[in-house]
């Protein structure tokens, strides 16, 4: 989770002129498969700074979500109560396999987004610095 954010945070201080990723397709390595979609490095980049505040509000309202009535329940047997928990901890651990996976991938094209846009402002770096005769 840390890296997602510390990845986001250098791509947003680094950034300073999204229209250059305008028309810049992702390479290969390090980014999804320009085949997956035809998506510009400037659109990942908007949807990229979108998904931030989502995760970072979803983190804290987890933490704020108290049970329900049904789940606190007092009804039902023990044998049952320990068949749910199992139950739950799968589907705990099923969804929180999925997040690290998406968390993963977000942080891979947020490193890739801003090492192109680096490469990006070097070449117009030496560009500028080349006589024009």
Known sequence: MEQYFSATQKMEQE???PSLLRGVFPQQEGA??????????????QL???IKPMVEKG???AGDQ????????MDTSS?????????LEERLSHHLT????????????????TRRYSQILEQINLSEGQPSW
């Open 48 to 50: 990229l700074k979108a």
């Open 59 to 61: 983190l804290a309202s």
């Open 79 to 87: 044998d049952s109560n320990e068949a749910g928990d199992a139950q």
């Open 15 to 17: 950034v300073m002129f």
């Open 66 to 73: 108290s049970p329900t009535g049904a789940d606190t329940d």
């Open 98 to 113: 999925g997040l690290q996976q998406v968390l993963t991938h977000l942080t891979r094209d947020t490193n890739a987004l």
């Open 32 to 45: 999804a498969p320009a085949a997956e979609s035809r998506t510009d490095l400037y659109e990942r980049y």
